[in-house]
Each structure stands twice: as C-alpha cells, then as structure tokens.
C-alpha cells in the first residue's frame, strides 16, 4: 500500500467515517456517501494532511478510490519534482 492510499483510507474512516472495508479499490466517492460537498471538505483535509492543492474541478462523485489515490500521487510526485525531493511526506505531524 503506498503512502497516498493509507492517508485517503485514513481520511475516508477517520474523518468521514466510512468503514474501513467499504474503502475498496473500486468504491466511487457516491458509494462512499460522499457527496459533492463533502467532496470538498475531503480534499481540502487531503492538502492539509499533505500539502498539496486538489482543485473541486479534478474531484467527483464518480471517481473510485484508486482515482483518488492517482490524483494525490501525482500532486505528491509534481511537489516533490518542484522541490527536488526524492520523497514527499505530510506537510505536518504536529
């Protein structure tokens, strides 16, 4: 499991109190009860927790899971490209 599935996953339960074996691969966001406004709170805990900015636009109730995770992977790879970091990690702990 990459580092990108584990903080969606942990966001999807932890905060969204989706149960943890409906965050499957394939569960679209509307599967998930997560609907267009709570979409937005989902990505703005995303680029909390990472640092990253997921715009509304890259964002739907038709994307499953593993989109999610691309769209978080690919910010995470772009930051660190821009940083010239070999890994990128949350933007805090604290």
């Known amino acids: 499991m990459s580092s990108a599935q584990a903080v969606v996953g942990s966001i999807l339960t932890d905060e969204f109190r989706v149960r943890p074996e409906d965050v499957t691969p394939e569960a679209t966001l509307a599967d998930l009860d997560i609907d267009s406004l709570t979409a937005v709170e989902l990505?703005?805990?995303?680029?909390?927790?990472?640092?990253?900015?997921?715009?509304?636009?890259?964002?739907?109730?038709?994307?499953?899971?593993?989109?999610?995770?691309?769209?978080?992977?690919?910010k995470l790879a772009r930051r660190a490209g821009e940083s010239g970091s070999v890994t990128a990690g949350p933007a805090s702990t604290a």
């Open 43 to 74: 990505i703005e805990a995303l680029g909390q927790e990472l640092g990253i900015r997921i715009s509304e636009h890259e964002v739907s109730q038709r994307n499953t899971v593993t989109d999610l995770v691309a769209i978080v992977e690919a």
